[in-house]
């Protein structure tokens, strides 16, 4: 079994995957592609990334490498049992990776104060929807799943590479994102899932 991610260290969504395989313990190397995005090209036929290469199968996209990873190691489920509450964390995966992305994606790439202050205010609302669903919550569903490590790994982005911190006022929301520090055992949210 060989497996080789095509990634960068600093992309949410390669964290979300590198995430999946470290709960699970599955070994793996890595192919940055930063400076050389030809053998990922090669191998995939698009420019997107993370990409898994699975014994020379390919599984393109966060989600689906999650979804893949899963059937092949069951090992600490990213998905709850219940078949409901795997409803709702597929849904709120979707909504970290699409409606979150897209804020912290604004907030990145805010450059004047005006702009800056309307990125802000924008992920604002979604910073206060969460702040109130995560209101006495440690993981979401009992256990870490890939409900937890997609938000983590966006809001996680804001640390490393936006260098934003979300307000003080987020009590529970910052209450959670140092549970998920803890538990995935970074030494600082500056610090990225290896
Ligand atoms: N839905 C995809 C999103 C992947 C994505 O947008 N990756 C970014 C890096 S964070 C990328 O490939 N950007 C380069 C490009 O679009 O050319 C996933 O979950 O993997």
């Known amino acids: 079994m060989a497996i080789k991610l095509y990634q960068t260290e600093t992309s949410m969504f390669c964290e979300k ?56 190691y069951p090992q600490n489920s990213i998905y709850p049992k219940n078949p409901s509450d795997k409803g709702l964390c597929l849904m709120l995966e979707d ?24 990125a802000e205010k924008s992920i604002g ?7 109130q669903f995560l209101t006495g919550k440690q993981f979401i569903f009992g256990q870490m799943t890939i409900a937890d490590i997609a938000l983590f790994a966006q809001l996680h982005y804001l640390y490393t590479v936006v260098k934003y911190e979300i307000p003080a006022a987020h009590k529970n929301l910052l209450a959670w994102v140092d549970m998920m520090r803890q538990a995935l055992k970074l030494n600082l949210l500056q610090d990225v899932v290896a």
Not at 37 to 47: A, E
Not at 125 to 131: A, G, H, K, P, Y
């Open 95 to 118: 909504w970290a990776d699409e409606v979150l992305n897209q804020a912290i994606r604004a907030l990145r790439r805010a450059e004047t104060p005006e702009a800056k202050a309307e």
């Open 17 to 72: 995957a590198r995430t999946v395989l470290k709960l699970k313990n599955v070994p793996y190397e890595i192919f940055d592609v930063r400076n050389n995005r030809q053998p990922l090209i090669d191998f995939s036929g698009q420019k997107k990334f993370p990409v898994m290469d699975y014994n020379g199968q390919c599984v393109i996209d966060s989600t689906f490498i999650s979804a893949f990873l899963e059937e092949k």
């Open 125 to 131: 609302v979604l910073f206060r929807s969460l702040d």
